[in-house]
């Protein structure tokens, strides 16, 4: 029985070390560049940055705390995003800007055994104050 016990014991220790070290963020400049989706595959990279402007009358105090908008999109051959769709949703007005931001994104295409292909993403936008 304390065999077993001692066995559970270590073997939960490691697969709780294993989540921890899986779930740590990577900040941009430990990053791989570029990123292998598999063999063959590189996922497309973003070039440039986007800025959202905010209308007249609107302060940085009226963005929501931990304001993220979900979107996937097609980066096609040229680098360029098409088919912007929502799919985790803050509000209209914020999706509506997000999704006009992402629309102005450069990117390197993403490319399957060296040519240039339309490559599906899923993404995740912070917006911050």
Do not use: C, E
Not at 114 to 126: A, K, R, S, Y
């Amino acid at each position: 029985m304390r065999r077993i016990l001692a066995t559970s014991l270590v073997l939960s220790s490691l697969s709780l070390s294993a989540a921890a070290f899986a779930s740590t963020p990577v900040d941009d400049a430990t990053a791989p560049t570029p990123v292998r989706v598999s063999t063959g595959v590189i996922a497309p990279t973003v070039l440039d940055s986007a800025s959202i402007s905010l209308p007249a009358g609107f302060s940085t105090s009226d963005i929501p705390a931990d304001a993220q908008v979900g979107l996937a999109l097609t980066v096609d051959s040229n680098g360029r995003p098409q088919d912007i769709r929502v799919v985790k949703s803050l509000t209209p007005f914020w999706d509506a800007r997000v999704m006009d931001a992402v629309r102005s994104l450069h990117y390197r295409p993403g490319t399957v055994d060296n040519q240039p292909t339309p490559i599906d993403l899923n993404l995740t936008v912070n917006i911050t104050r």
